[in-house]
């Protein structure tokens, strides 16, 4: 019950209770260093305002340094779009000569018609998405007020809000708390696990292409970085860009192919050392399951969706998993209580 009400609520005023969300993720990503202060001996305010300070610093160190460089980077790639398609236009009409037993003039007069109207939809984006940005800013603002309050109050005053919350619950809630000790057990984990990952994906991937001299190094290395959060899908999107981008910097050079060489050795790595390693003990969920959780939720919460979706899976995989052991138990305490009302009483 408690989760399909967490799931209504989210579907029907999550956009509403967005602030409020996001500040109790932040702030339950921020318990962990809270509490490892306390274990060394520091109080609990104490410990929450060396963590929320730390919170806040590197926060402005990410908004005021890193990502005006990505948002430059970003800027300058939107505008050199038009040269970038035109140098698509050019190869794509080699096509036919270079190929003519595979790709006909009719086809790539076919390509280029949806190249030009996907263009036109292209400005039309950019265009409204430049009359909307007053109100992505003034949302930015309340965003950047809000939510830091909230992480602040929801870690100083995180036992009186649990004890306030847990007064409205059944008092016999053993399924509710071992499912949430499993969910927190593996969770805490799988977002520990990457933020590593993120950091050292991201670095690796920025530090090659910029030693490539690859342009946009810095946009791409993030985009590299964050595409783990979507497992398999998005290190498969991820390699569109940054494939393009090197085609059109270098062509079919010998540059390009060492650069998609590197870039596949950095996701194989990550793949099959650095996730084996940093996630030996967290999220024991089978790739099928992976892939339909980021399927199912993305549809239904689109970006958030595919955010959240891993998490969102170890909920729904640890309750079933709980309710399973539930009547297992059940059904062995129902055996032993059978077997004692057949047994003859002593003399």
């Not at 430059?72 to 036919?96: F, W």
């Not at 306030?164 to 499912?179: F, M």
């Amino acid at each position: 019950m408690l989760i399909i009400v967490g799931f209504f609520v989210i579907l029907t005023v999550g956009d509403i209770l967005a602030p409020i969300l996001w500040a109790l993720v932040i702030a339950y990503l921020l318990e962990w260093g809270v509490t490892a202060l306390q274990n060394k001996g520091l109080g609990r305010l104490t410990s929450v305002l060396l963590v929320f300070t730390a919170f806040i610093g590197i926060s402005i160190v990410i908004f005021l340094g890193l990502v005006p460089l990505i948002w430059k980077q970003g800027s300058r790639l939107i505008g050199e779009l038009p040269n970038i398609m035109l140098k698509l236009k050019e190869q794509v009409l080699e096509l036919p000569n270079k190929y003519p037993n595979f790709v006909s003039a009719e086809q790539v007069d076919g390509f280029i018609t949806s190249l030009n109207s996907e263009l036109g939809s292209l400005g039309e984006a950019l265009l409204s998405a430049s009359f909307s940005s007053l109100i992505s800013i003034a949302s930015l603002l309340v965003y950047i007020i809000l939510v830091p309050l909230l992480v602040f109050f929801f870690l100083k005053d995180r036992h009186q809000i649990f004890g306030w919350c847990s007064q409205w619950l059944p008092q016999e809630r053993h399924l509710a708390e071992r499912v949430w000790s499993e969910v927190n057990r593996q969770i805490g984990n799988y977002i520990r696990g990457k933020v590593v990952e993120i950091i050292i994906v991201g670095v690796v991937s920025y530090i090659t292409f910029a030693i490539m001299g690859l342009n946009y190094a810095l946009l791409l290395g993030v985009c590299v970085g964050l595409s783990v959060l979507i497992p398999y899908v998005g290190a498969a999107l991820v390699t569109i860009p940054v494939a393009l981008i090197a085609f059109f910097q270098w062509g079919l050079t010998q540059d390009f192919y060492i650069l998609m060489v590197a870039y596949f050795i950095i996701q194989i790595l990550d793949g099959n050392v650095l996730v084996p390693l940093i996630f030996s003990e967290a999220v024991n969920l089978h790739p099928v399951a992976i892939i339909g959780a980021i399927l199912l939720f993305g549809g239904l919460w689109g970006f958030w969706g595919v955010f959240f979706a891993i998490p969102l899976a170890v909920l729904v995989n640890a309750t079933l998993d709980a309710v399973k052991e539930h009547k297992k138990q059940q059904s062995q305490e129902d055996e032993v209580a059978g077997t004692l009302e057949h047994q003859p009483e002593a003399e």
